[in-house]
């Protein structure tokens, strides 16, 4: 009996359906029903119970999958205590990240990752959207605010203050925002995430705060197509600091009403739990913080952020 086919079995009891399960694990639908059979035919029962339009564990399975279960994590977790102990680097890197972030920045960190590490693969979930771990068999997720379940685990990487900037041409056609009030009277690029429209930012000075609601002209659910609005001169956008750290630094896109404060966020690197955080994800953990301290470091250099941004002394772990 293979350990992949009672993997199978476990998906397909977990799902309720032989379709779903298939789905979940990227494999054929042919394939996952032969694995049921393959175990079903090595036990001499049957684990289901299935009519033309439900599928349900058979007192049998009911008895003998949740051993299974607990057999299969067992060896898991001894594996994953191996390849600890050995320091191993290897294996799928299973991860999300937002739109602009994963395509411009984490991505290509990983790429670089993988170079050196030629025993890692890569599946990347690329969505502005939360995503769901079990749902969609991930080991880790690189995005914008700290876990808010309190069974995932992550790791703080950076602090990332948000920037409101627009494209040298079109500072030229419209002119420079002195006040936030002024903004009114330009072109919002605004951020749709879950059916909420961002088009009203709030910037402060001391104590005073100023709400604001730019002209609409273009909004998208895709940070990235934001940015690329943003440098193409459609109009000014709030944008993250790493999001558009290049563009910053090539005079792609001006930051304006610096002197403002814009309410700041933090990268994390989070995890579905404790025993998902491997010698890869350690690794991989420093790699974002390094590359992102630099990216900041280069933003700070330059006159566009304060230095408390790199105050890192917040990052445990």
């Not at 102990?85 to 602009?100: K, M």
């Not at 309190?150 to 041409?169: D, H, M, Q, T, W």
């Not at 910053?248 to 930051?255: A, S």
């Amino acid at each position: 009996m293979q350990l992949e086919d009672l993997q199978v079995v476990l998906k397909v009891a977990e799902f309720r359906s032989i379709t779903a399960a298939a789905r979940h694990l990227d494999m054929q639908m042919a394939t996952a029903s032969a694995a049921v059979k393959r175990v079903e035919s090595a036990l001499g029962v049957e684990l289901f119970v299935r009519t033309t339009r439900h599928l349900r564990l058979s007192s049998a399975g009911e008895r003998y999958l949740p051993q299974c279960e607990a057999a299969l994590s067992m060896l898991d977790q001894a594996k994953q205590t191996m390849r600890n102990d050995l320091d191993i680097i290897s294996g799928e890197i299973r991860i999300a990240v937002s739109s602009d972030l994963g395509r411009n920045l984490a991505i290509p960190w990983i790429n670089e990752f993988m170079e050196h590490h030629p025993d890692v693969t890569l599946r990347a979930h690329i969505s502005d959207s939360n995503v769901d771990f079990y749902r969609d068999a991930l080991d880790m997720a690189l995005r914008y605010g700290p876990p808010s379940d309190s069974n995932l685990y992550g790791f703080k990487i950076c602090n990332v203050p948000r920037i409101i900037g627009a494209s040298p041409e079109y500072i030229e056609q419209h002119g420079i925002p002195l006040h936030p009030k002024d903004l009114v009277n330009h072109k919002g690029l605004f951020y749709q995430l879950q059916g909420i429209l961002n088009d009203t930012w709030l910037l402060s000075e001391g104590d005073q705060s100023h709400k604001v609601k730019p002209k609409a002209n273009c909004a998208a659910n895709d940070g990235d197509l934001v940015r690329r609005w943003c440098v193409a001169g459609k109009g000014v956008a709030i944008k993250s600091c790493l999001d558009i750290a290049s563009d910053l630094l090539k005079g792609r896109i001006v930051p304006l009403l610096s002197e403002y404060d814009i309410q700041q966020g933090e990268l994390w690197l989070v995890c579905p739990s404790r025993q998902s955080i491997t010698p890869t994800v350690r690794l991989l953990r420093d790699l974002f913080r390094e590359r992102s301290k630099a990216l900041l470091t280069s933003l700070v250099e330059k006159g566009m952020l304060d230095k408390a941004v790199l105050d890192d002394g917040h990052i445990n772990g």
